[in-house]
């Protein structure tokens, strides 16, 4: 399963990696692909504007009309579950009887 792990990482690192290739320079390229790439934030975290303008990503503020217009067709889900469900009962591991 790390393993697994190790492999995804590296795959997202190299798509970071190409989509910022000629946008970022080079010296800051490898950083921010290891900001981006390596579990920082969980998959839910937003990156706001100014936090992306604080890593150098040419991100602009301005978007056009139509396309916010084009968006709204689209409304995403809001979701009301938790991501996460607690189960208050004692786990069992594997091999280990309860006592």
């Known amino acids: 399963m790390a393993d697994q792990a ?3 990482i590296a795959q997202v690192r190299e798509s970071v990696r190409e989509l910022l290739a000629d946008k970022i320079p080079l010296e800051k390229l ?28 040419p991100v602009r503020s301005n978007i056009p009309a139509e396309f916010l ?25 594997k091999g280990v009887r309860p006592e």
């Open 30 to 57: 490898e950083e921010l692909t290891r900001l981006l790439s390596q579990g920082t934030w969980t998959h839910d975290h937003p990156i706001t504007f100014e936090g992306a303008t604080s890593f150098g990503l």
């Open 69 to 93: 217009d084009l968006m709204s067709l689209y409304p995403q889900p809001v979701r009301h579950q938790p991501t996460v469900e607690y189960l208050p009962i004692p786990r069992r591991l």
């Open 6 to 8: 190790e492999k995804a």
